[in-house]
């Protein structure tokens, strides 16, 4: 077998690996994978080998590669950046997303109750650790933080790559406050409190294995926070309108003596 053959077959094994690592969910998209050296000892592989490796993957669309060395592409942009222009501007964009996902999550709940595997059950056990610290120490950004997480643990605790792919990249636009922002609900009066026991019911199902409840409690959590925030829309609306009367004295004349 000529050398260059043997490279080529290897360089195919470890993109065929990064490949499954970034399908399962264990690489995610905008990771920066290790500088070349470290990682090829990690992988036990030649650089040379490695470096061939990833160039097979930036063909692919997997990897991207800069001056700042690799990392994993985000191989979905392309779908949400369209989604994401399209939604600044709509005020039921953020209804229709809670909407999607009141069918999604539910589901997911319940696959996960099913399917998590001990160590899923082990970090969403962490995450609502974090979550109920930052929920003590009232910082109600890193809460909204660990919230975006949970969720996606649940979606990693599906085992099914669609849903984990798909959630993923909406989680990715809520995080940066593309569909609400949830500081919103934070700020609202028991709301914050609310939101921390709907966590805890969810992850409390999921880790007792029991699909029913998991799907009720994630179904419950979705409505009402899609509930809250057409509240809190209403109300701003409301006070839109009262500026609006109050300014216009500033437009015409005085009809009073």
Do not use: C, W
Not at 120 to 138: G, S
């Amino acid at each position: 077998m000529s050398e260059s053959i043997k490279t080529a077959r290897i360089a195919e094994t470890i993109a065929s690996h990064l490949q499954r690592l970034i399908f399962e969910g264990a690489l995610h998209p905008g990771e920066r994978l290790l500088p070349e050296r470290e990682l090829a000892q990690k992988l036990d592989v030649s650089r040379p080998s490695l470096r061939d490796a990833l160039s097979l993957m930036e063909q692919r669309g997997l990897i991207v590669t800069d001056r700042q060395g690799s990392r994993v592409a985000e191989f979905l942009r392309p779908l949400t950046q369209p989604l994401e222009l399209l939604i600044q501007n709509n005020t039921q964009a953020p209804l229709d997303y809670l909407e999607f996902r009141g069918v999604i999550e539910g589901a997911a709940a319940e696959m996960a109750a099913g399917r998590a595997t001990n160590l899923d059950r082990a970090t969403l056990r962490e995450i609502l650790d974090l979550m109920e610290k930052a929920h003590t120490q009232d910082d109600s950004r890193e809460e909204a933080g660990v919230d975006a997480d949970f969720h996606f643990a649940t979606y990693e605790a599906t085992h099914n790559v669609v849903i984990l792919h798909i959630m993923r990249a909406f989680s990715d636009l809520l995080r940066r406050d593309v569909f609400y922002h949830r500081e919103q609900l934070y700020a609202r009066a028991g709301v914050r409190d609310l939101l921390l026991q709907h966590h805890q019911a969810i992850g409390a199902a999921i880790i007792a294995g029991d699909g029913a409840a998991a799907r009720r409690a994630a179904e419950h959590h979705i409505a009402f926070t899609r509930q809250t925030l057409e509240d809190i829309r209403r109300a701003d609306a409301r006070l839109a309108v009262s500026l609006r009367r109050v300014e216009r004295r500033d437009l015409v004349l005085s009809s009073r003596p």
